[in-house]
């Protein structure tokens, strides 16, 4: 398996799996966040290089309509690596992903369109990765060099898988969306194009933004058998994609054989939906923890790290689904998660966090977690103009690190 962060792994040992509670594991508890960086634009997305624990992210467009792809130093310096590319006129960077020395950013596009992009770090050059992926959003690698790739934010609940053997892309599966009809690709025109779907109350009709996101962030984590496979090396027995449900709280597991392709029998059960949009037995768990579920991250015990946007938080799920909470916003005076009371004190919170990151250890500094925030102005970052960024004159977007 490749280790860039892209597909976790955890080893199984005589049928059984390491515990949760095992020394390998992610941290228990993490304190409160200290903010290693502001950034003048929102950054969503964030990653690593495993083997030199620089950062890196990808900012909405600036006046000049630029994105720009950043550094960012264990001390908080930030350096300008490239742009993202712009195939249509504008660039709308998501997701980012670090494997083998090259640095990939997803790009939403707009209607049909959405790309990922590969970037050399050492020199901000840029190609096209992958084409034809409306929505793009959240990526990961699998063990054996495919790229999945969710369709965030159009309300579908794709997922595409680009092969490493042909470069070619293809929808796989679809989480279900949170309503039946037509307008998010079910089959059902009655009683309108919306159909039936989830119940959703005191929301604008659409229904909007995040309501829709049922496929958002992704991680795969590769399983070895320590009697047959030396760990992290040879093809696994069996790999697991586990997909955020931002509008459930909810995340699924998905499972691939030993070809990477998906297994049999686990799409196609309910007839109103398209025949490749997962059963409901496929639900890993949901918990209220994981409202606002974005980008996830697998540690190399499988367990993850999920950043829950919404609550302002940072949540850990088990192998089990046993769900903890790593870390929420405390209560203000207004009795607000938004912001805190003092100006020093909006440094150690979360203003809507997005996508979370292990920063391994090396011998300068022990391991650390690091978290994306965009600021935006949902629950419990409401009103999303007070805090440490976000408001007029400040920056849109920081880093935060436990």
């Known amino acids: 398996m490749t280790m860039g962060r892209l597909s976790a792994l955890f080893v199984v040992v005589l049928g059984s799996t390491l515990p949760a509670s095992s020394p390998q594991g992610a941290p228990a508890t993490v304190g409160a966040p200290t903010t290693l960086v502001t950034l003048p634009l929102d950054s969503e997305g964030l990653t690593v290089d495993p083997e030199t624990g620089l950062l890196y992210t990808a900012e909405a467009a600036d006046l000049s309509g630029e994105c720009f792809v950043r550094r960012i130093t264990a001390a908080g310096a930030v350096s300008v690596v490239g742009v993202v590319p712009r195939p249509s006129g504008a660039c709308l960077p998501r997701g980012l992903e670090f ?6 950013i997803s790009d939403q596009g707009t209607g049909s369109s959405g790309w990922v992009f590969e970037m050399d770090p050492a020199t901000g050059q840029a190609t096209t990765y992958a084409s034809d992926v409306p929505g793009a959003n959240g990526i990961a690698f699998d063990s054996h060099g495919n790229l999945w790739i969710t369709d965030g934010l159009r309300g579908f609940g794709r997922v595409y898988k680009r092969s490493a053997a042909t470069g070619t892309v293809q929808e796989m599966f679809r989480v279900p969306p949170v309503y039946n009809g037509t307008t998010l690709g079910g089959k059902l025109t009655v009683p309108t194009a919306s159909g039936i779907g989830r119940q959703i109350i ?7 933004g995040e309501v829709r996101a049922v496929a958002n962030g992704i991680a795969a984590v590769a399983r070895y058998n320590a009697a047959v496979h ?36 686990q799409t196609g059960c309910d007839p109103t939906l398209q025949e490749d949009t997962l059963c409901d037995g496929l639900l890993f768990v949901a918990h209220p923890r994981l409202e606002g579920a974005d ?15 919404s609550r302002q938080a940072l949540v850990r799920v088990g192998l089990r689904g046993e769900v903890t909470e790593l870390f929420r916003n405390p209560v203000n005076s207004l009795l607000l998660r938004s912001s805190a009371d003092t100006v020093e004190g909006n440094s150690h919170i979360f203003e809507y966090p997005t996508n979370p990151v292990i920063v391994p250890a090396d011998g300068r500094q022990p391991s650390r977690v690091c978290v ?4 935006r102005p949902g629950r419990d970052n409401w009103p999303g103009v007070v805090g440490e960024i976000g408001g007029p004159g400040q920056s849109k977007g920081k880093i935060s690190c436990f």
């Open 99 to 104: 494997r083998h020395g090259l640095l990939y």
């Open 202 to 208: 005191n929301v604008p009709a659409g229904p909007q």
């Open 230 to 265: 030396e760990v992290g090396l040879g093809t696994p027995p069996s790999t697991t994609l586990y997909i955020a449900d931002t509008a459930r709280g909810a995340i699924w597991a998905v499972s691939l054989d030993e070809r990477g392709d998906l297994e049999a029998g």
């Open 295 to 309: 980008g996830l991250w697998a540690h190399t015990d499988g367990s993850l790290l999920v950043a829950a946007n």
């Open 372 to 375: 994306a925030n965009t600021d």
